[in-house]
């Protein structure tokens, strides 16, 4: 069974830095796609990067182009999402998702057919 579980959010304050952890467990990260989308409060989920092992990376969200990177540990089996210089329009809850065994990286949230759960992410001051 696939399961995706995200961790790192928190309370942060503008400016501040955060890294998000997705972990894969029954499924090998190495080898495939793994996007990240969030979802504000009455906003529709939206995404924000998608790391593919053969396309590089995808920026979906011009909103934090030079402020978000996206990483790997394959000894971890995890995919991070490294951002920086947050903004309270960053406030959100940020989830990681896949396309089982594929190295896609779909625009549509509902393309993806494998979700973690989410973390908070909050930006206050």
């Known amino acids: 069974q696939v399961q995706l579980v995200e961790s790192g959010g928190g309370l942060v304050q503008p400016g501040g830095s955060l890294r998000l952890s997705c972990v894969a467990s029954?499924?090998?990260?190495?080898?495939?796609?793994i996007g990240w989308f969030r979802q504000a409060p009455g906003k529709e989920r939206e995404g924000v990067l998608c790391?593919?092992?053969?396309?590089?990376?995808?920026n979906y969200a011009d909103s934090v182009k030079g402020r978000v990177t996206i990483s790997r540990d394959n000894a971890k089996n995890t995919v991070y999402l490294q951002m920086s210089n947050l903004k309270p329009e960053d406030t959100a809850v940020y989830y990681c998702?896949?396309?089982?065994?594929?190295?896609?990286?779909?625009?549509?949230?509902?393309?993806?057919?494998?979700w973690g759960q989410g973390t908070q992410v909050t930006v206050s001051s």
């Open positions: 790391s593919s092992v053969s396309d590089g990376i995808t």
């Open positions: 998702a896949t396309v089982l065994f594929s190295n896609d990286c779909p625009e549509r949230p509902s393309d993806y057919d494998h």
């Open positions: 029954g499924y090998i990260l190495e080898y495939y796609a």
